[in-house]
């Protein structure tokens, strides 16, 4: 129910983002304020919430952080 894939800046910028899109009940509008209201708070990129998608820049995310995050989707997603 969740696919999560690499994907470039939209604006052509050297960056890279994960794409995470959603095939469940709980759209991504409710999965991100799920993720920012937790602890830690977790902020993505939502330009694209209400067409089901959610970016996270990884610029400055570490292994440790993308594991909380991994769990904070699971444990969201497995609540609703």
Known sequence: GIHAKPIQDGAGRPIMR?????????DAV????????????????????NEGFLEIDIRDVTGDDLNTIEQRLRTITKGE
Do not use: C, M, V
Not at 31 to 48: A, C, F, M, V, W
């Open 18 to 26: 994960i794409e995470i899109a959603f095939d469940l009940p709980l």
């Open 30 to 49: 409710s999965i991100r304020e799920h993720l920012k209201s937790g602890n830690p708070q977790i902020y993505t990129r939502d330009y694209r919430a």
